[in-house]
């Protein structure tokens, strides 16, 4: 009788095995279910395997670091178009709160021309 394992316990298991014992365990379960090493089955075509055998294949070279194409470490990148977007929200703001203060400050039209005309001239 089997023991039943969990699926993290199994990937855990196959993580631990090394490579020899992982390649053994792989060839004794094609070889329990009637597969041979290779490109294909001579006389099934692709249409013709079930999809619980795919699966499982699937599921087992899932634990092989070396046969993963994708890192699975990458973190979501934020699209351009929002940072972009926020960059010009922010930019927009801090100059109409700038421009807001310096016209409360310097209420008089006078009084921002004698301001602007001293800071060309300055010395």
């Known amino acids: 009788m089997e023991t039943k394992e969990s699926n993290k316990e199994r990937k855990e298991r196959f ?24 490109s294909g ?4 075509d692709l249409s013709s395997y079930e999809q619980d055998e795919v699966w499982e294949l699937i599921q087992l070279t899932s634990c092989f670091a070396e046969m993963q194409t994708k890192p699975r470490a990458m973190k979501p990148k934020v699209p351009r ?8 929200i922010l ?33």
């Open 81 to 88: 178009g929002k940072q972009s977007l926020l960059a010009w």
């Open 41 to 44: 089955i001579p006389g099934k």
């Open 15 to 38: 993580k631990a095995m090394s490579s020899d014992e992982r390649k053994a365990l792989i060839r004794k379960k094609m070889k329990a279910k009637g597969l041979q090493e290779g």
């Open 91 to 123: 930019i927009s703001i801090t100059l109409i709160g700038g421009m807001a203060l310096y016209y409360r400050q310097y209420p008089s039209p006078d009084t921002r021309r004698e301001i602007s005309v001293d800071g060309i001239f300055a010395d």
